[in-house]
């Protein structure tokens, strides 16, 4: 290991399970010398969590409820206590009522498009703000995204949307952000194995299908989108920001399936 990340402190979000895309970020990072600290929300995710963190030598655990400007602030308050400035945040949270993953998005109500737009989107605009304040001498803030939020993908829906506007987000506060040399970047891996993933419809066969046919054929990996993080957050992303990187196997740059699945 080069020790990349070695000196560096940051706040990682999202992490559900083992097969966390948040989880596989955050053992990237450690790996290569990172200091962590972890966000989970309730009591349920807390308990799948903690061992995870102290595995990683982490004992700062936050309950945090994105909805709520209290929670936020006690988040951020502690790891100001603990650490005075962060160097990095991964955010990976996202949500959308699975009963509206199932059929048309003609169908979405207000009440999931509301809260799949704040949670999913507005979310990341206020870790930023809240985040930016405690990197003085700059840092890097990463979110996750997928490809069905400039593409129509079978049964994403509303997620779709909130994820086109999560994207818009990351230009505008890479540009708000960047005079502070605060970089703001997405990583877009394809289909993967994950809690959230599974609860869109057609889960397994959208997996099956970007595996047959990316160029590379096969799906992300949770080491692949790791290294992407590691990249994105250490000094040797320092003149990237306002990116959408995708990690997919190249399965974003085809027109139609492969000859032999036609």
């Given at each position: 290991?080069?020790?990349?990340?070695?000196g560096k402190r940051?706040?990682?979000?999202?992490?559900?399970?083992?097969?966390?895309?948040?989880?596989?970020?955050?053992?990237?990072?450690?790996?290569?010398?990172?200091?962590?600290?972890?966000?989970?929300?309730?009591?349920?995710?807390?308990?799948?969590?903690?061992?995870?963190?102290?595995?990683?030598?982490?004992?700062?655990?936050?309950?945090?409820?994105?909805?709520?400007?209290?929670?936020?602030?006690?988040?951020?308050?502690?790891?100001?206590?603990?650490?005075?400035t962060l160097d990095?945040?991964?955010?990976?949270?996202?949500?959308?009522?699975?009963?509206?993953?199932?059929?048309?998005?003609?169908?979405?109500?207000?009440?999931?498009?509301?809260?799949?737009?704040?949670?999913?989107?507005?979310?990341?605009?206020?870790?930023?703000?809240?985040?930016?304040?405690?990197?003085?001498?700059?840092?890097?803030?990463?979110?996750?995204?997928?490809?069905?939020?400039?593409?129509?993908?079978?049964?994403?829906?509303?997620?779709?949307?909130?994820k086109a506007a999560?994207?818009?987000?990351?230009?505008?506060?890479?540009?708000?952000?960047?005079?502070?040399?605060?970089?703001?970047?997405?990583?877009?891996?394809?289909?993967?194995?994950?809690?959230?993933?599974?609860?869109?419809?057609?889960?397994?066969?959208?997996?099956?299908?970007?595996?047959?046919?990316?160029?590379?054929?096969?799906?992300?990996?949770?080491?692949?989108?790791?290294?992407?993080?590691?990249?994105?957050?250490?000094?040797?992303?320092?003149?990237?920001?306002?990116?959408?990187?995708?990690?997919?196997?190249?399965?974003?740059?085809?027109?139609?399936?492969?000859?032999?699945?036609?």
């Amino acid at each position: 290991m080069a020790n990349l990340m070695a000196g560096k402190r940051g706040l990682v979000m999202g992490v559900a399970n083992d097969r966390s895309i948040a989880w596989g970020i955050a053992r990237a990072l450690h790996a290569e010398g990172a200091e962590l600290a972890f966000s989970y929300q309730g009591e349920a995710f807390g308990k799948r969590v903690e061992p995870l963190a102290a595995s990683l030598g982490s004992d700062l655990l936050v309950d945090v409820d994105v909805m709520d400007d209290a929670s936020m602030d006690a988040c951020f308050a502690t790891l100001k206590d603990r650490w005075g400035t962060l160097d990095f945040v991964v955010h990976a949270i996202a949500y959308s009522d699975k009963n509206e993953l199932t059929g048309r998005f003609i169908n979405t109500t207000r009440e999931n498009f509301r809260n799949s737009l704040t949670i999913s989107c507005y979310s990341f605009i206020d870790v930023a703000k809240r985040a930016s304040e405690l990197m003085p001498e700059g840092g890097s803030l990463i979110t996750m995204t997928y490809q069905g939020s400039n593409r129509v993908t079978p049964f994403y829906n509303v997620m779709g949307v909130a994820k086109a506007a999560l994207e818009s987000s990351v230009r505008y506060l890479a540009n708000d952000l960047g005079p502070q040399q605060i970089r703001v970047n997405a990583i877009s891996p394809g289909p993967m194995k994950t809690l959230a993933g599974a609860a869109i419809g057609g889960a397994r066969k959208t997996f099956k299908t970007t595996e047959a046919n990316a160029p590379l054929r096969a799906n992300a990996t949770l080491e692949a989108v790791g290294g992407t993080a590691v990249y994105l957050c250490s000094d040797y992303g320092a003149c990237t920001t306002g990116e959408i990187v995708t990690v997919d196997g190249g399965y974003h740059v085809l027109g139609m399936q492969q000859p032999e699945n036609m």
